[in-house]
């Protein structure tokens, strides 16, 4: 047992704790302190009254057993009578005792917080403090309503002593924390704003942090301690080492009190000029002392130094305005990722993830890539790794997105199982993101599934399937990759599940192939069936019935197979019913009624991916990730989720959009609302500069206007607040287009409004008339609103769509290109090889042809170029071009004025790569504008 | 800060500070589940790391691991300091600290934590105003226990 010099010794009391030490084994330990309970069951209970002392040791003891982890369920009430004393020594071991060991009795609560009462009304400032250190440790609510009232008043009081001013600014913030609502707002608040001035400045430290946590719930009421804290933070960080005395640690000036104040300003945006001009040059002063050489070789000073550095770092990443800044953070960062200091080499990874999602640092980010995979490849600390993975991941963009996802999958085969599954849902978003070409998304998945298929959660699995279907370009490569990946002797049973999806959707796409005939595909599927589990037996069951449609060459030998009696008897009530239904059917039904009832899935509703809910929900809300990812949405990188399918239309309960078109022209038209549309005049305003300016094309919005050359229906934007889904028809020279606005937040947009408006050129072309909607959209509520178009004249530009709404105070304003094309007024028109030729002779004018060679940007693959070109609204003419290669269309476009003739050639190089694209219309715009269109889209 | 512990290289519990209200059986858990995790933490490993959804910042201490559970946004390498700081306190208090010490006089390593840090926050960072607190107090113990000395 060590001497203490200090305080009483409490003899009984290190005499019990040397006998509990010097026990052999757990159950000796037991036992003694079993003796001891009794014992002092025995005093509490005993006639003679016990004086303080030993009223203080038994309490210790009881203490000490407790925090042995056992239970102690009496000593309260002596407790409380300790705590009641006017002896300091006897005082302190009860409130100690009370504060660990807390107890919800509330007629001893009643007593605790009568003799809380008397010490804070004592003025003794000792006694003060432990009545706060109480409060602040017990903190239960009978508590708060106690002395919510009282504290605010001891903090604020003149005459209060410095100390006691601490504890009381920290009990406060754990009452306001535990039960905000009974600590009111008041008077004391500007006065608590002022204590920032304070001399003393350990209390400057405590309100500090007080302010901190009232200001994120009550901005507006502490908006003045943003000049005094940065006026402060300024005195602070340009005083000399030895100013500040004792509160100087290791040569860094106040780092908690720094730490706090900069913590302190991220509670706002950036200061006003003045204000702001001087906290920039404190930010400017702790970057450039980063540079400095350190005062000290201890890695105390290091810390405290840095401290302040990342807590200043995050501030300039919270106002996310200084470009210096930003870049110059990301350079002092930048070398931390490769300091000596693993602790250093951590925060950086973690810090530079938010800078990374910052438009002013993004790029600066980028360039440490090959650091940061280094690290993925040598740290040893797993989660420091851990850390370089979630980098990746927050820097990665289309730039860098193959070399950040091949690098993850590298990884991945190595990776600590921990962290498997997540790293598998990153590279799912990612590649998903960032695929510009989908059979590298397919490859990219089939790849997860091989190296970490235990990993691969439903969610990646159902997403490619969902991906593969809502788009045709993908579909023949995604049969071809999986058939041959089944092809391994050992393959994931997740593989099999995409793998028999997927043929049984598009295996005939490969069918053509003898090396992938129908028979060897069923072969293939058939012969990892009896390996796999219930479910996935059951999905290659439909699988096999779906082969029936798709291959009526092999009926037979799959009617043989679930004929047979490991299927029709299968001891699986699921497999049993599947089979004998899917046999039934094949059996009776016709062709017709099998086509019609196995007939290929429609797309799936285009909603946020599931696999970015699944990491959301894995990360827990408000994590580092979490925000880079909103921020990065907001940024609106919109060329990322999947090709949009249609809009969730089951939601929306509007009259069929497909109604009656032919009604259109009768159907009462009331004009827009607010139209700068249907003035030209003031167009001149609208495009001008001022403050209502309509908001610059968001970015990514010529992408998903390509995409609806050829389509109708789908998703035109979708950020964080707002989804815009379209559904449109057109006859002739007329059109309706149904657009809905989904509010994805649970808060209402206010004074909601829409405009679609025609540039100058464009007006006299077309013809637009809107209904005006709802002002104000429920949070997860649609509006849908209703373009009536009439096609003019022939036009090149498209109109806009411009949105302003008010989110929760704060002003959005939005464009988009609203894809209604001249190509939307085609009628197709079908013709004889003889026919074709001899118009497209007499169209040989010169100013009649456009021609346009362009490479290819999907793969080559003739069933979607035929798709495309019949989307695009031309009829298809086979067997005109003597090429069975080449593609021939034609088709009329329609105006209110005129009727235009349209013929157009395809021809692709496969070799090359690369397409010549002719267009012949009586027209020269038009053939301009029709080869600009279609050019886009191969 | 949530909670802080002390525990020994053995994982006892010597010291633990909740400054969020959890159950004693949510207490008993976590701590049993943190001792595992850091204990199983090699030495030049960094001092933090990431445990559901708090960070954790830890350091070693001869024999005694103190471990602290921080939120998102506060600050790693000023908890590390706030350990340290906390540290040298005991070791100014004790003169030259040893895992004995705390084990032996609990009830004061507890004292002097609250002087420091309160409700999770740091209170006083001053080394010589904490300790003038602590010694004011004992001063204040031994007046009395002479007092009380003098009238058994």
Not at chain 1, 9 to 17: D, K, N, Q
């Amino acid at each position: 047992m060590p001497a203490v010099s200090k305080g009483d010794g409490m003899r009984g009391l290190a005499v019990f704790i040397s006998d509990i030490r010097n026990c052999k084994s757990k159950e000796a330990e037991i036992k003694r302190i079993n003796k001891e309970l009794a014992n002092i069951r025995s005093k509490f209970k005993g006639d003679k009254a016990l004086d303080g002392y030993s009223k203080k040791k038994y309490v210790c003891k009881l203490l000490f057993i407790f925090l042995l982890g056992h239970d102690i369920d009496f000593g309260h009430m002596e407790a409380v009578n300790l705590l009641s004393s006017n002896r300091y020594t006897e005082k302190q071991i009860g409130y100690l005792f009370i504060s660990v060991l807390v107890n919800s009795n509330s007629e001893l609560i009643r007593l605790i917080n009568n003799a809380i009462k008397n010490d804070l009304a004592s003025r003794n400032p000792t006694f003060m403090g432990l009545a706060l250190h109480c409060i602040a440790n017990v903190c239960s609510r009978e508590m708060a309503e106690a002395f919510a009232g009282e504290i605010p008043k001891i903090l604020v009081a003149g005459d209060t002593m410095d100390s006691v001013k601490q504890s009381a600014a920290l009990c406060l913030l754990r009452l306001y924390r535990t039960s905000p609502d009974l600590v009111p707002m008041g008077d004391w608040t500007s006065r608590v704003v002022h204590l920032l001035n304070d001399q003393h400045l350990g209390v400057v430290t405590a309100a500090t942090s007080l302010i901190t946590t009232l200001a994120q719930k009550n901005p507006e009421e502490f908006k003045t301690s943003v000049s005094l804290a940065v006026s402060r933070l300024s005195r602070i960080v340009t005083s000399a080492s030895t100013d500040l005395q004792d509160y100087t640690y290791y040569f860094v000036p106040a780092p908690w009190l720094s730490v706090k104040l900069l913590r302190l300003l991220q509670c706002y945006p950036p200061p006003d000029p003045a204000v702001r001009g001087r906290l920039t040059e404190c930010l400017e002063t702790i970057l450039n002392k980063a540079q400095e050489p350190p005062k000290s070789k201890k890695v105390q000073h290091s810390n405290a130094k840095n401290a302040v550095l990342f807590e200043a770092i995050s501030l300039i990443i919270h106002h996310d305005s200084e470009p210096n800044l930003l870049v110059r953070a990301c350079n002092q960062l930048g070398q931390f990722l490769q300091h000596r200091e693993t602790n250093l080499r951590y925060l950086a990874l973690e810090s530079m993830c938010t800078l990374a999602s910052s438009e002013f640092s993004h790029e600066a980010v980028k360039t440490h890539i090959e650091t940061v995979i280094n690290a993925l490849k040598t740290e040893r600390d797993v989660s420091v790794r851990q850390r370089a993975v979630d980098l990746l991941y927050a820097m990665c963009d289309r730039s860098n997105a193959q070399q950040i996802v091949a690098e993850m999958l590298n990884y991945l085969e190595t990776a600590d199982y921990s962290i498997r599954e997540e790293i598998v849902l990153k590279v799912a978003i990612l590649a998903e993101k960032y695929a510009v070409d989908y059979t590298w998304y397919v490859d990219t998945i089939l790849n997860l599934i091989r190296i970490a298929g235990d990993y691969v959660s439903e969610e990646v699995w159902y997403r490619v399937i969902q991906i593969v279907i809502n788009r045709d370009d993908v579909q023949g490569y995604a049969a071809k990759t999986v058939f041959e990946a089944l092809q391994a002797p050992a393959c994931h049973e997740n593989l099999v599940k995409v793998g028999g999806y997927i043929l049984g959707e598009f295996g005939n796409l490969i069918a053509g192939d003898p090396r992938s005939s129908p028979l060897i595909q069923f072969n293939l599927l058939h012969s990892k069936f009896h390996l796999c589990s219930v479910p996935t037996r059951a999905l290659l069951l439909s699988t096999y019935i779906k082969f029936v449609n798709l291959f009526p060459e092999i009926k037979t030998t799959i009617q043989d197979v679930l004929r047979s009696d490991s299927q029709l008897k299968n001891a699986d009530v699921e497999l049993q019913q599947r089979a004998v239904e899917y046999l039934r059917l094949s059996t009776i039904a016709s062709t017709d009624i099998l086509a019609t009832v196995l007939e290929e899935m429609p797309p799936f509703p285009e909603r946020e991916s599931s696999i970015l809910a699944k990491l959301k929900k894995k990360k827990g809300p408000g994590t580092v990730t979490d925000l880079e990812e909103i921020k990065k949405e907001r940024s609106s990188d919109m060329n990322g989720s999947a090709e949009p399918a249609s809009v969730n239309a089951s939601a929306v309960s509007t009259p069929s959009p497909s109604a009656d078109l032919l009604g259109l022209g009768a159907a009462p038209l009331t004009n827009s609302a607010p139209p700068p549309s249907s003035s030209g005049s003031l167009l001149v305003d609208v495009f001008s500069d001022s403050a209502s300016a309509v908001a610059p094309l968001a970015p990514g919005s010529d992408d998903n206007f390509a995409r609806f050359v050829c389509k109708n229906n789908g998703v035109l934007f979708e950020n964080q607040l707002l989804q815009i889904g379209l559904k449109s028809e057109f006859r002739q020279n007329l059109g309706r287009m149904f657009i809905f606005y989904g509010n994805k937040t649970s808060t209402q947009f206010l004074n909601f409004t829409p405009t679609v408006i025609c540039s100058d050129d464009l007006q006299p072309s077309l013809n637009l008339q809107t209904k005006p909607v709802d002002p104000t959209v429920d949070g997860g509520a649609q509006v849908q609103q209703v373009v009536n178009i009439e096609c003019v004249s022939d036009f090149m530009e498209a109109p806009i769509l411009n949105i302003q709404f008010r989110y929760g105070g704060t002003f959005q304003n939005l464009s988009v290109k609203l894809p209604i094309t001249l190509n939307k007024f085609f009628q197709p028109t079908e013709m004889s090889s003889q026919d074709f030729f001899q118009r497209w002779k007499q169209l040989s004018n010169p100013k009649q042809e456009v021609q346009n060679i362009f490479k290819a940007k999907h793969p080559m693959d003739a069933e979607i170029t035929k798709a495309k070109i019949i989307g695009f609204g031309s009829a298809l003419l086979e067997e005109v071009d003597p090429n069975p290669a080449n593609f021939v269309g034609a088709g009329i476009i329609h105006t209110k004025t005129t009727q235009i003739g349209c013929l157009l050639r395809l021809e692709p190089n496969l070799q090359a790569q690369m397409y010549r694209l002719t267009l012949r219309t009586s027209k020269e715009a038009v053939s301009q504008r029709l080869c600009e269109l279609l050019s886009e889209q191969f | 800060m949530q909670f802080m512990l002390l525990f020994s290289r053995q994982g006892k519990l010597r010291l633990q500070k909740w400054y969020v209200p959890l159950s004693d059986k949510e207490k008993k858990k976590i701590t049993r589940e943190l001792v595992q995790t850091v204990l199983a933490r090699k030495p030049k490993m960094c001092s933090f790391l990431e445990w559901r959804d708090l960070k954790i910042v830890y350091k070693r201490y001869a024999s005694l691991y103190f471990c602290c559970a921080i939120e998102d946004q506060d600050n790693e390498l000023i908890t590390l300091e706030i350990i340290h700081r906390y540290v040298e306190l005991l070791d100014k208090y004790f003169g030259s600290v040893c895992e004995l010490d705390i084990i032996f006089n609990f009830e004061k390593a507890y004292f002097i934590l609250d002087e420091f840090l309160l409700g999770g926050e740091v209170q006083e960072t001053s080394k010589k105003n904490v300790l003038k607190a602590i010694e004011q107090a004992d001063l204040l113990q031994e007046s009395q226990n002479e007092d009380w000395g003098a009238t058994s």
